[in-house]
Nanobody, 117 residues
Framework: QAQLVESGGGLVQPGGSLRLSCAASGFTFSIYGMSWYRQAPGKERELVASITSNGGTTNYADPVKGRFTISRDNVKNTVYLQMNSLKPEDTAVYYC??????????WGQGTQVTVSS
């Protein structure tokens, strides 16, 4: 019964900050890479950020580089996405995923982030 539950989404003003959390359960969190995806209405789903199982390496999509930070706590079984300097184009549903051997194994339900304009 693997589960990923996102939280922390909401409405923020341009230039504001938001921290998303993803609580994992039902699998060995510490051996999975974790990623955040997002999807806006009418747009293709895109990979936003990823982090290796031990947190040693992170990767970011160009539109969020310098503004977003992915991190994880393998004691709390939680992955985070700190979003700063938010822009209206960041508005989307954000999804947490767990990856093993190059495949996304589990998806969360998503949390809505809306940046007002």
């Amino acid at each position: 019964q693997a589960q990923l539950v996102e939280s922390g989404g909401g409405l923020v003003q341009p230039g504001g900050s938001l921290r998303l959390s993803c609580a994992a359960s039902g699998f060995t969190f510490s051996i999975y890479g974790m990623s955040w995806y997002r999807q806006a209405p009418g747009k293709e789903r895109e990979l936003v950020a990823s982090i290796t199982s031990n947190g040693g390496t992170t990767n970011y999509a160009d539109p969020v580089k310098g503004r977003f930070t992915i991190s994880r706590d393998n004691v709390k079984n939680t992955v985070y996405l700190q979003m700063n300097s938010l822009k209206p184009e960041d508005t989307a549903v954000y999804y947490c995923t767990a990856t093993n051997r190059g495949y996304v194994r589990y998806w969360g339900q998503g949390t809505q982030v809306t940046v007002s304009s």
